[in-house]
């Protein structure tokens, strides 16, 4: 038997499950006590959108309502339409509109009263409009690093993500993307300005804005391949650096800004995301302090200060079999559960609101050793501990209204860590 026949069987369980048919179902629940009348209608305009339209969302009803409130969910997380006003003297009609649609079910609710009053409810799937829009994105958390052409046989075809990583300067092998999505697979890509002491942004902020270009035309490039776009990785770590120190904060959060607006204008719907934070990274990083006991920490509560509005979710990397344990399930901060933690000083600095995106995990919290050029965990795999872990997520995202959009084991098949490759586990 294979040691990873867990991972195999994960789509079949609830581990790996469809966020925004659970979130609908929350949103469709009544809200007050149970039993209500719906109070007013909901409709939409286009009554059949596609990806190319703007949808605008109607609300109609008897009472001039106060304290209104929208609540939206779409196919990768929360949604925020945009107020439109209201019009009439009895019925009345409250407008919203929300741009930049993907393919897939959109979910809404309507309340008054800050909140205490249901009026209305409704939903609507959008579909793929022809030559613009994005893909569907996976429905489910399923995730790998580092794709090689036949990880379909993971998904058994469901579908899934995968996080891929390159340089800015890399060429772009447009096929190679499209295998992915015949796979099954939508793309988390991480570009990089280098690796290994190079600087995973520009040490030189004059170089930045060059850098952000060339994101820019990796965007225009790759077209509607790629939904999610992460800048760089683990910006605190001296090794993303310059080999002694890592980024500052508010340097880095300058390069994002840009490099987000350069991809933005490539792809308007594109999802632009900071790196993860090397978490029990113990470097200081001058200029951010913060009112928590370790620096890594203190590094991410300055990046989610910092950007405020500007980025559109968080990534995370989450790591656990400390010392051989068998069970993800119970980890605190020092093991797998860490990323409850990140999540909430991210929530505490204003992020909140944000969908977030674990893109590596695995169970080598107590590092590694290198042999032959390859690196290997310092302790061996725990047979079901995958398996865990996607059941502590699926936990998680049920009280937390599918937040968490996918998690991605490192890797599948990455050249130099032949110790953590799936593709070298399960043979």
């Not at 990583?165 to 999505?181: E, G, H, N, S």
Request: include cysteine; aromatic fraction near 12%.
């Amino acid at each position: 038997m294979k040691r990873f026949e867990g991972w195999r069987k994960q789509a079949e369980r609830a581990a790996i499950f469809l966020c925004c048919a659970l979130f609908a179902a929350m949103l469709s629940a009544p809200l007050c006590g149970g039993g209500e009348e719906l109070l007013g209608e909901m409709t939409f305009s286009p009554a059949e959108p596609t990806t190319n339209d703007t949808l605008t969302i109607m609300i109609t009803a008897e009472i001039g309502y106060v304290y209104v409130d929208l609540v939206g969910m779409g196919p990768e997380g929360p949604v925020d339409p945009e107020w439109i006003g209201v019009t009439g003297d009895g019925p009345y009609t409250w407008s919203y509109r929300l741009r930049n649609l993907v393919e897939g079910t959109y979910t809404f609710t309507f309340t008054a009263d800050n909140g205490e009053t249901l009026v209305a409810r409704g939903s609507v799937f959008v579909r793929k409009g022809s030559g613009t829009g994005q893909p569907a994105a996976s429905p489910f958390i399923y995730g790998i690093h580092s794709w090689s052409p036949g990880a379909a046989t993971l998904l058994e075809g469901k579908k899934g993500w995968t996080t891929e990583t390159i340089l800015a300067t890399d060429p772009i092998d447009v096929a190679r993307y499209d295998q992915m999505i015949a796979e099954g697979y939508s793309i988390i890509l991480r570009i990089n300005n280098g690796y290994n002491n190079a600087g995973t942004i520009p040490l030189d902020p004059a170089d930045y804005p060059a850098f952000a270009s060339r994101c820019g035309s990796i965007a225009a490039t790759l077209g509607d391949r790629v939904r999610v776009y992460v800048i760089g990785n683990e910006m605190n770590a001296p090794y993303e650096g310059d080999g002694t120190n890592g980024i500052p904060a508010d340097d880095y959060v300058l390069c994002f800004r840009m490099t987000r607006n350069a991809i933005k204008a490539a792809a308007p719907g594109a999802i632009v995301l900071p790196g993860a934070v090397a978490n029990w990274n113990p470097q200081p990083i001058l200029g951010c302090s913060g009112p928590y006991e370790y620096p890594w920490d203190n590094y991410l509560h300055c990046l989610v200060t910092e950007l405020g509005n500007d980025t559109d979710g968080y990534t995370v990397h989450t790591y656990g079999g400390r010392g051989g344990d068998p069970d993800p399930r119970d980890d605190g901060y020092w093991g797998f559960g860490n990323y409850k933690d990140q999540i909430r000083i991210i929530d505490a600095a204003g992020g909140a609101d944000r969908p977030i995106y674990i893109t590596e995990f695995n169970h080598a919290a107590n590092g590694w050793h290198t042999s032959n050029g390859q690196n290997y965990p310092n302790d061996p795999y725990p047979d079901g501990w995958i398996e865990k872990a996607f059941q502590d997520i699926d936990a998680y995202n049920a009280q937390n209204r599918c937040r968490i959009k996918a998690l991605c084991w490192f890797t599948y098949d990455l050249d130099g860590w032949q110790g953590f490759n799936l593709t070298y586990l399960s043979a």
